[in-house]
């Protein structure tokens, strides 16, 4: 059973976590990070992420307009940029340096510490990447949720509302996480290999016959 769980213990924190880094690069280009509905012409829905805002209706499809300046934009956009890069740069390094430690690769497969660190630093990377994530997109859902129940803003006015691309940021922080969780589970555990078993018995079999050698007169 040992033998088995760490590598399928290892399979599932790198699957998991190179879902949640495809989610992130995802999140980070996907325009709906907010979503408005205009009352006035509802054929028409106005979505805005962290480089364009684009509309879309129901006969012309979408069009998309990039932003002009990035110091123009609201200080939760200008700051979550730079953090879902910084998400995407950390699970990206995650996934190599746990790539490298995972115990199915046979490269370095006697240099057992170091492909521990490995794992370990991958894990840490991919707590890094999902924390990352996690943060613009709630900090943008709480700057939204503010502007909506803002009691300043005329009721005429139309409010911003959540984008998909929220749901699909939270998404990809939970799966990060949960990749460099089981990744790091795996380094407490101990593996039994089948070499050390077969060196054991040798051993054991030669200290055996040199306790007949000594007995005998």
Known sequence: MALLYRPMMQLSGILFSLLGWVLSCLTTYLPQWKNLNLELNELEIWTMGL????????????????FDSFLALPPELRISRILMFFSNGSGLLGLLLSGFGLDCLKIGERQQEQKKRLLLFGGMLFWISGITAIIPVSWVAHSTVQEFWDENIPDIVPRWDFGEALFVGWLAGFFLVLGGSLLNCTICSTEVHP?????????QQDQCQHLETETRP
């Open 195 to 203: 070499s050390s078993g077969h060196y054991a018995v040798a051993e």
């Open 51 to 66: 480089w364009q805002a684009c509309v879309v209706q129901e006969e012309g499809g979408m069009q998309c307009k990039d």
